[in-house]
Structure formats: structure tokens, C-alpha cells
């Protein structure tokens, strides 16, 4: 059996989230995914819009995802030597940088792939963020009053 596994914050999920997860179980048994916790997402300095409990849901609900495991650090090389994985699946936006040239050398000697994805091009969750601030004219505090206000109020009436 072929374990894939594949990693990231997964806010605001969109098609280069789902092209991601679709090729990725093209290619394995089993899939599973990492969704990076709200520590650790803060920890690299950003934060997300939704937190990871829903997140993990979103995820563990696409029908190419086999299991959610939380992605408390970076260490993917401890991740898939713990998980079974014999292949790990990321955007070829990492492909050639020194880090991931040293992860490459690590996995390969527990006989783990790296496989590289195309990026899909003119999308990405800090693109749409930053589309929403635009188009609504927020800021950090106001969407926080909008994340937070009363569950009654309408989407239509934003």
C-alpha cells in the first residue's frame, strides 16, 4: 500500500487546494493530510481566517482525503517516517530551494519521494484575502467584528 501525505493551512480552501489533493491521491493508496494547527500558523507569523478545527473539517471532508492528522511543526521528515509514508506531496513552488533540496536527501534514505506539484497559477488564499479586504475595505479589527457578529445577521446585507 502506497501512503501519501501532503501538508498545509488550508484557509480559505480553493480549486489549487483541491488540485492538490485530487493529483496527490491519483498517485497513492491513502492519503493523508496535515492541516497546520492555529499555533503553529501564528507561530509563522500569519494567521488564518477560519480556525483549525474547521479547517481539519473542510479538509477531512473532500472526497480524495483518506485521514486529517493536525501539523503541529515543520518536521515533515518526522511526520512521514511516523505516518508509513513512502511519498510526500508539495507545490513546485519549493522545488529546487535549499531546504527542500536537504528534505529531498533525508527522505530518501527512509526510501520516502518527494513528489513536486504544479502550483495552480493566479489563486492562493492570501490572493483571496487580500481580494476581500480590497473589495469590502477590511481591516485586521473589522474583520474580526465581521467574523464575530451575531449569527442572525444576513451575508447579503455585506
Known sequence: MVI???AGV???FHIGHLNLLKNAKGMCDKLIVGVTT???VEYKGKRSMIPYEDRAEIVRSIKYVDAVIP???????????KIGASVLFVGDDWYG???WKQYEEELARDGIKVVYFPYTKGISSTKITKALKEVRGWTTETSRRFLNEDENTSDNEY
Do not use: A, R
Not at 73 to 78: A, G, L, Q
Open 97 to 99: 530551494t535549499d531546504k
Open 10 to 12: 488550508y484557509d480559505l
Open 71 to 81: 501539523q503541529y511543526n515543520m518536521d515533515k521528515v518526522t511526520t512521514c517516517k
Open 38 to 40: 492555529d499555533d503553529l
Open 4 to 6: 501519501g501525505y501532503t
